[in-house]
């Protein structure tokens, strides 16, 4: 059974930093791209970026290019989203999904972001 | 990249069918489109993908269709467990992909 389990709700203040991950299990990880969603609070999803395990090829929404950064690492099977400078805008669930062929067909429980000062 | 428009709300009796829609720039809705349910608290869940095919498990009263920049997505024969957000999402070119506004259903 596939499988993206992702790590517990975080509370952080602006201005500090903040990893999250999501591990896959259940598929051959390296073979399929995974994607990081947002839901910000009321609002509806927004794709954020994607990464391929196998040679970590990553590529960002223009808009939030820079601001966050996607990572992978293939010998654990893990995913992950960072921030270097937090904001409270960035307050949200976020998910991970797995890209099957032209769609995302497995996610993640979410990981909630809460950033206040 | 705008998110792709969908309406904010449908809703039906249990039983009835709703169909709602999901538009874009020619360059965004092509034929990888697929639809996603989000029940509050929970994990999207694929519903449809490639415009109209459905993953095992997915009740077949759920349907895609695509014109031109326009797909949609029906359920006929509603029943309360599909009251729920509904977002479409469509692969938009360069790797980029683009999810629609949302709509909730309310049956």
């Known amino acids: 059974e596939v499988q993206l389990v992702q790590s517990g709700a975080e509370v952080r203040k602006p201005g500090e930093s903040l990893m999250i991950s999501c591990k896959g299990s259940g598929y051959t990880f390296a073979g399929y791209w995974i994607a990081w969603v947002r839901q910000m609070p009321g609002k509806g999803l927004e794709w954020m970026g994607i990464?391929?395990?196998?040679?970590?090829?990553?590529r960002y929404s223009p808009s939030l290019q820079g601001h966050v950064t996607i990572s992978v690492d293939k010998s654990t099977s893990t995913a992950y989203l960072q921030w270097s400078s937090l904001k409270a805008s960035d307050t949200a669930m976020y998910y991970c999904a797995r890209q099957g062929t032209w769609n995302y067909d497995s996610w993640g429980q979410g990981t909630l972001v809460t950033v206040s000062s | 990249q705008s998110a792709l428009t969908q309406p904010r709300s449908v809703s039906g009796s249990p039983g009835q069918s709703v169909t709602f829609s999901c538009t874009g720039s020619s360059s965004d809705v092509g034929v990888f489109v697929s639809w996603y349910q989000l029940h509050p608290g929970k994990a999207p869940k694929l519903m449809i993908y490639e415009v109209n095919k459905r993953p095992s498990g997915v009740p077949d009263r759920f349907s895609g269709s695509k014109s031109g920049n326009t797909a949609s997505l029906t359920i006929s024969g509603l029943q309360a467990e599909d009251e729920a957000d509904y977002y479409c999402c469509s692969y938009a070119g360069r790797y980029i992909y683009v999810f629609g506004s949302g709509t909730q259903v309310t049956v």
């Open positions: 990464i391929y395990p196998g040679d970590s090829d990553t």
